[in-house]
């Protein structure tokens, strides 16, 4: 059995995606027990930065750390808020300069259906293969979060910026022609931006998820209403689990809950 506080699965780029479970006393590589009877108890809780054992409030925080953390100002959702570049601080700003003065790509993802998104360069390919994108191509890259942030709000006037999440995980998304999107996009882009777009690596990247049997009817589980739960694990896509009876658990939104795992 495995013990531990939630956190989101690391994954590793491969043929089919590696997915991890970082747990108090091991790293728990989750491929090798797709087929297997996996059981989840609940057994508590535990904020992701001050370990207080108070319920989580959002994102594997307490309610005050969501509040006073800077992992969790409205920039992290909303790029355009940022003003790290400004000089000015939102919580902190040695940490907002950090994460926000650094290149930024905005990307046309191909999950549920095709969306719009920003994440931090170095976040590439783990921010596609999270939202669970069979598809993924960066269209800008810009020297910090704001920037990317104001191209993100010039295309989400014709670009979703959302994840039909049952649809990503019953594998629906038609095809798409990626060249007319790309123009799209470009066309759409503010001027002062098209400087930053980029003019190699025009294929989208090809992800590939490790699922033997996608859901029909989706049904997700509520680990703290429940406490607990077992089942057939059948695949790995995004940051869920899916179950050979349709039941989803999304790790990601249930960091800093405390669980047992067991196999078998």
């Known amino acids: 059995?495995?013990?531990?506080?939630?956190?989101?699965?690391?994954?590793?780029?491969?043929?089919?995606?590696?997915?991890?479970?970082?747990?108090?006393?091991?790293?728990?590589?989750?491929?090798q027990y797709l087929d297997q009877i996996i059981s989840?108890?609940?057994t508590g809780y535990e904020c992701l930065t001050c370990s207080s054992s108070e319920p989580i409030f959002r994102q594997g925080f307490c309610k005050k750390c969501f509040f006073e953390n800077p992992n969790a100002g409205d920039w992290i959702?909303?790029?355009?808020?940022?003003?790290?570049?400004?000089?000015?601080?939102?919580?902190?700003?040695?940490?907002?300069?950090?994460?926000?003065?650094?290149?930024?790509?905005?990307y046309l993802a191909l999950s549920s259906h095709l969306k719009v998104g920003v994440t931090r360069k170095s976040q590439l390919p783990t921010r596609w293969i999270d939202q669970g994108a069979?598809?993924?191509?960066?269209?800008?890259?810009?020297?910090?979060?704001?920037?990317?942030?104001?191209?993100?709000?010039?295309?989400k006037n014709y670009f979703s910026d959302k994840t039909n999440w049952r649809k990503m995980l019953q594998?629906?998304?038609?095809?798409?022609?990626?060249?007319?999107?790309r123009n799209k996009a470009i066309d759409h882009l503010p001027n002062d931006l098209k400087p930053y777009i980029l003019k190699e690596n025009l294929t989208p990247l090809q992800i590939l998820f490790p699922v033997n049997q996608y859901p029909k009817?989706?049904?997700?589980?509520n680990l703290i209403k429940e406490h607990s739960?077992?089942?057939?694990?059948?695949?790995?896509?995004?940051?869920?689990?899916?179950?050979?009876?349709?039941t989803v658990f999304n790790i990601r939104s249930n960091e800093g809950l405390k669980v047992n795992l067991s196999i078998g």
């Open 134 to 155: 069979h598809e993924a191509l960066a269209i800008l890259e810009v020297p910090n979060r704001y920037l990317a942030g104001v191209g993100e709000v010039a295309l």
């Open 1 to 31: 059995m495995f013990s531990g506080v939630l956190k989101k699965m690391n994954t590793e780029f491969d043929h089919s995606i590696r997915y991890y479970l970082d747990l108090e006393n091991d790293f728990v590589a989750l491929n």
């Open 229 to 246: 739960f077992s089942g057939v694990l059948k695949g790995i896509k995004g940051q869920y689990l899916i179950f050979e009876d349709d």
């Open 40 to 42: 989840l108890e609940m």
């Open 77 to 106: 959702m909303r790029p355009e808020l940022s003003t790290a570049h400004l000089n000015i601080e939102d919580r902190d700003l040695s940490y907002e300069k950090k994460i926000q003065l650094q290149p930024h790509i905005v």
């Open 171 to 181: 594998n629906e998304a038609d095809p798409i022609d990626w060249t007319l999107e």
């Open 217 to 221: 009817k989706v049904k997700s589980l």
